[in-house]
């Protein structure tokens, strides 16, 4: 076994209400090439939130939040949303007190981030115009510059998108309040008269969340889009010419390949460089 100070342990938070999906097996492959690449014992263990309530204790040093199907406004009040901003709320005290030299790290994905904002009353989550399904380019603000989970990125960057909601109109006081930032912002689209949404928010020193998803492989995405069944959905929703589009862009090393390599871990690096710095 590794040294202690190479032993990390991975919570991840299932948010696909039991819905079969790519990107939790994303998630766990990330994991495990992270792992074997820095010679670390980097464990995890999964939670299903949403139908059974599952959520992790303050044992493990980072956590992963997913994505998930379904509308982020219609969980208000309920059990296990209730359950979920309980868990946040005990992470945010642990990382609060001062006697907790050791901080635990969150990243929330998609449906995830959503909620968070939402819980955060950071900005407005609303119902999109149109379903986002497709490669976009992500484009960076000046705070995202000298964001260490989005190092190695060009401007624009390009991503996995598939939502029908969006996180719009950024409560600009409660982001000072809390000392957040705005990190990325939709692609611009002169032709319709609608506010970019915000793609990426950095929530406080140990707590980001990015609309679309850092996990998607371009290898399982592609196969994902060319099963017959997939492919005809993808065509009859969003026409031959955007399935297309997608498999080319999959499959440009300078767009999603680029993405799945940096975001999530750079944010491992970010979170395991303070843990060792701790436990030294």
């Given at each position: ?19 079969p999906n790519q990107g939790m097996r994303c998630i766990r492959e990330i994991l495990e090439q ?247």
């Open positions: 076994m590794a040294p202690d100070k190479q032993t990390v342990k991975c919570a991840i938070l299932d948010m696909n209400e039991e819905q992270y792992g074997k690449i820095n010679n670390i014992r980097l464990t995890w263990h999964e939670y299903e939130v949403r139908v059974k309530k599952q959520v992790p204790d303050l044992s493990y040093d980072l956590y992963i939040s997913s994505g998930g199907p379904g509308s982020p406004l219609e969980s208000v009040n309920s059990e296990w949303e209730n359950v979920y901003f309980n868990w946040l709320q005990q992470v945010e005290d642990w990382n609060n007190n001062d006697a907790n030299l050791q901080k635990k790290f969150v990243f929330f994905i998609c449906h995830s981030y959503q909620l968070a904002c939402r819980h955060y009353n950071i900005a407005n989550v609303t119902k999109r115009n149109s379903t986002a399904f497709g490669v976009f380019p992500v484009h960076v603000l000046p705070d995202a510059r000298k964001e260490p989970v989005f190092a190695g990125l060009h401007d624009p960057f390009f991503s996995v998108d598939s939502r029908d909601y969006q996180v719009v109109q950024p409560n600009h006081h409660r982001f000072r309040q809390m000392g957040a930032s705005i990190l990325c912002i939709e692609k611009e689209r002169p032709h319709v008269p609608y506010e970019r949404a915000l793609m990426a928010v950095r929530f406080n020193k140990y707590m980001i969340g990015t609309q679309f998803h850092p996990e998607a492989d371009a290898t399982g995405m592609t196969m994902y889009l060319q099963r017959e069944d997939k492919k005809q959905t993808v065509i009859a929703n969003h026409g031959f010419a955007k399935w297309q589009s997608m498999i080319e862009q999959l499959n440009d090393p300078d767009k999603i390949r680029s993405t799945y390599k940096h975001v999530l871990p750079n944010f491992l690096n970010d979170a395991i460089a303070h843990i060792n710095s701790t436990r030294n």
